[in-house]
C-alpha cells in the first residue's frame, strides 16, 4: 500500500489564481480529511468526509471546497487564492467505524500565494 | 467546540534525559487522547494514545498520563535519543466523535541535544 499520497509537493501561486490539491488513499478508509497547518497554530481541519457523497466543513471551511465522487479520492479546491492561504496542506483517512484509531497523514503539500 | 492548549511550544533536552509535554482541554467530555510526531518534511504519525477509563499507558520508553479532573494529559519521554527530535502535537475529541474528529494543540518543538 503507498498509504495516503499528496500531489504536488510544492506550489507558487498568484492572487486570484485557483488550484486543486489532490489527496488519494488506497486503503479503502471510509473517512478523509483535509488539514491545514500553520506555524505555531497547529492542525486546523478544513474539511472532511465519512464517505463516497458526503462531505461537511470543519473548523476554517471558508475559501476551500471539496468533493469526495469515490472512496479513494478526496481532492480539495482553492477557487480565489488569497495570501491568508499560504500553510501547509495535509490529507488523512481512517477506516472509520472504530476499526483503527490512527489518523494517516499523506506527506503534505506547501502552499505559497504571492 | 473543544480547545487544546500545548505547552511548551519548544523544548530541549540533553540526550539521556526526559522530556515531559502537557495538554489541556476544554471539553469534560473528550474521551480520546492521541499524541502525534512529526518529523522534519514528513505528515503527524500516531505514536501513543489514552481513552478517559485509563489513567495512563505506556509503550516502551514513551507513557502518556492522563488528569480528567484536571482536564490535562501529558506525554512523558524518558532516555531521550536523537530520534526522539521533532514537533509532537496532543489532540483530543469529544463524543459522539472517536477517533473520527480531532482538535489539536498547537504543538512542541522538541530537539534532543547530543
Known amino acids: 500500500n503507498a498509504g495516503v499520497t499528496q500531489t504536488p509537493k510544492f506550489r507558487i501561486l498568484k492572487i486570484g489564481q485557483s488550484m486543486t490539491l489532490q489527496c488519494t488513499q488506497d486503503?479503502?478508509?471510509?473517512?478523509m480529511y483535509w488539514y491545514r497547518q500553520d506555524p505555531g497554530m497547529g492542525l486546523k481541519l478544513i474539511y472532511y468526509?465519512?464517505?463516497?457523497?458526503?462531505?461537511d466543513k470543519g473548523e476554517v471551511p471558508n475559501g476551500y471546497n471539496v468533493s469526495r465522487s469515490t472512496t479513494e479520492d478526496f481532492p480539495l479546491r482553492l477557487e480565489l487564492a488569497a495570501p491568508s492561504q499560504t500553510s501547509v496542506y495535509f490529507c488523512a483517512s481512517i477506516p472509520g467505524q472504530g476499526l483503527i484509531d490512527e489518523q494517516y497523514f499523506g506527506p503534505g503539500t506547501r502552499l505559497t500565494v504571492t | 467546540g473543544e480547545n487544546v492548549e500545548q505547552h511548551p511550544s519548544t523544548l530541549s533536552v540533553q540526550e539521556g534525559d526526559s522530556a515531559v509535554i502537557k495538554c489541556t482541554y476544554s471539553?469534560?467530555?473528550?474521551?480520546?487522547f492521541p499524541w502525534y510526531k512529526q518529523e522534519l518534511g514528513k505528515g503527524p504519525q500516531l505514536i501513543i494514545d489514552?481513552?478517559?477509563?485509563?489513567g495512563e499507558k505506556k509503550d516502551q520508553r514513551i507513557a502518556v498520563t492522563l488528569n480528567k479532573t484536571a482536564k490535562h494529559f501529558s506525554l512523558h519521554i524518558t532516555e531521550t535519543q536523537p530520534e526522539d527530535s521533532a514537533v509532537y502535537f496532543c489532540?483530543?475529541?469529544?463524543?459522539?466523535?472517536?477517533?473520527?474528529?480531532?482538535?489539536f494543540g498547537t504543538g512542541t518543538r522538541l530537539t534532543i541535544i547530543p
Open positions: 471539553d469534560s467530555a473528550s474521551n480520546y
Open positions: 468526509s465519512v464517505g463516497a457523497g458526503i462531505t
Open positions: 489532540a483530543a475529541s469529544s463524543p459522539p466523535f472517536g477517533n473520527e474528529k480531532l482538535t
Open positions: 489514552i481513552r478517559s477509563n485509563v
Open positions: 486503503m479503502n478508509h471510509n473517512y
